[in-house]
């Protein structure tokens, strides 16, 4: 069983950073695009960042010049790190990843439980 856990939210002041982590844990054969999303009180899940299994970046333009998506593909960890935070960036952030769970069987995609992230004075 696949499962994803995420640490590092919290509460922060505007303009302040922040370290999210995600580690996939379970039987799998490889993990492909990996990636973060966020959710604010009554919005849509919105993409953050993803990165590839050939570290292609992709970020929302919200966070383009304060977020950085990397991945480290030994210890199974995709990692967001936020500076600049801003009130609007507050939200539950999730990770999702794409994982091949067989050689040959085609991918899914499995979420983390959601970590807070609250930015404010």
């Known amino acids: 069983q696949v499962q994803l856990v995420e640490s590092g939210g919290g509460l922060v002041q505007p303009g302040g950073s922040l370290r999210l982590s995600c580690v996939v844990s379970g039987r799998f054969f490889s993990i492909n695009t990996m990636g973060w999303y966020r959710q604010a009180p009554g919005e849509q899940r919105e993409l953050v960042a993803t990165i590839t299994d050939y570290y292609t970046t992709n970020y929302a333009d919200s966070v383009k010049g304060r977020f950085t998506i990397s991945r480290d593909n030994a210890k199974n960890t995709v990692i967001l790190q936020m500076q600049g935070l801003k009130p609007e960036d507050t939200a539950v952030y999730y990770c999702?990843?794409?994982?091949?769970?067989?050689?040959?069987?085609?991918?899914?995609?499995?979420w983390g439980q959601g970590t807070q992230v609250t930015v404010s004075s």
């Open positions: 999702k990843t794409s994982i091949v769970q067989q050689a040959g069987w085609g991918a899914t995609y499995y």
